[in-house]
């Protein structure tokens, strides 16, 4: 009997693999129910044969089941509907429907739209940038002087700061081009997102740094402020995402190289424990080899 039951199984499941298939409705069968056998949605099982009314399923009726080779099928917009609301019940992203339909305003889908859901998802491979647009848009608008040498990392030795605070800090302490740091790379705390990167007037207008003693030092290297005590504990993945999309768009355009890109303890052993104990510079290192 076993043995049966899974011979059919198979026979079931195996057209699957190879693309469409046909199911015959039987008696007390629902739509719901076909469509956990086969393991798609119910939504897409009635887009996929036009059927506006699930209830009046009869038996004997031929669907078409979708398969892992069916690509998109087309929905009809309805009263109620929202992209987020379709998304769920066809089991696939809003992004990707958004982008497959073009749509520009996801909140205006109008009643009676058609629009393709994409059931194998978009083509794309998902790869999140490591840096914003935004950032990136601004990082390119800024002409580097060919003086930096260095990356140099540091922490801010306080677990809830933001790039504004320590600018007036900065500024109190006689500074008065403010934020030592040329970027400060946020965890989240204060007014600022966790991974956010602030890019510094010191940066924008390519002036010195603040945050070396020595003054060739901040003639030539590039101040970079995490936000976060690393002495108490690790920076945010986030955090070290943005650090290393930061990193590897200044030494691209800078022409720095990876074995320039330092701690703030390492050029100052006897002077600092900056960026702290829980901040690797070597795993920084790897990713930005690559
Ligand atoms: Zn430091």
């Known amino acids: 009997m076993r043995i049966l ?10 057209p699957l693999l190879w693309g469409e298939v046909t199911h015959v409705v039987q008696k007390n069968e629902t739509l719901g129910g076909i469509a956990r056998k086969y393991g798609v949605s119910t939504a897409a099982l009635q887009s996929f044969n036009g059927i506006s009314n699930a209830n009046l399923l009869f038996a004997g009726k031929k669907l078409k089941i979708p398969s892992s080779t069916t690509k998109n099928i087309d929905y009809v917009i309805k009263t ?8 769920s019940r066809f089991g696939v992203k809003t992004s990707d429907i958004i982008e497959v339909n073009g749509i520009k305003q996801p909140n205006l889908i109008k009643v009676g739209q058609k629009i393709t859901i994409p059931l194998g998802g978009t083509k794309k491979t998902q790869v999140t940038p490591l840096l914003p647009a935004s950032v990136l848009k601004t990082l390119k608008s800024i002409n580097n002087s060919s003086r930096w040498k260095k990356i140099v990392i540091h922490h801010s030795a306080t677990p809830v700061d933001d790039a504004m605070n320590m600018h007036q800090v900065h500024k109190k302490r006689g500074m008065k081009n403010g934020l030592a740091y040329h970027f400060v790379i946020s ?3 204060r007014k600022a997102t966790d991974g956010e990167i602030h890019i510094g ?3 924008k207008g390519q002036l010195d740094g603040g945050h070396m003693k020595q003054l060739s030092l901040n003639k030539t290297s590039i101040g970079i402020c995490l936000i976060g005590n690393f002495e108490l504990r690790r920076p945010t993945s986030k955090q070290l995402k943005s650090l290393e999309g930061l990193c590897k768009h200044l030494m691209k355009n800078c022409r720095i190289s990876h074995s320039s890109v330092t701690t703030h303890k390492l050029l100052h052993p006897n002077h600092t424990k900056c960026p702290g104990k829980y901040f690797s510079l070597p795993s920084l290192i790897k990713k930005i080899k690559s």
Do not use: E, K, P, V
Not at 5 to 14: E, G, H, N, R, V
Not at 80 to 87: E, F, H, K
């Open 201 to 203: 007037s010191r940066w």
């Open 80 to 87: 109620g509907d929202s992209l987020g609301g379709i998304a």
């Open 5 to 14: 039951f899974l011979f059919s199984l198979a026979l079931a499941i195996a």
């Open 187 to 189: 965890n989240g705390s």
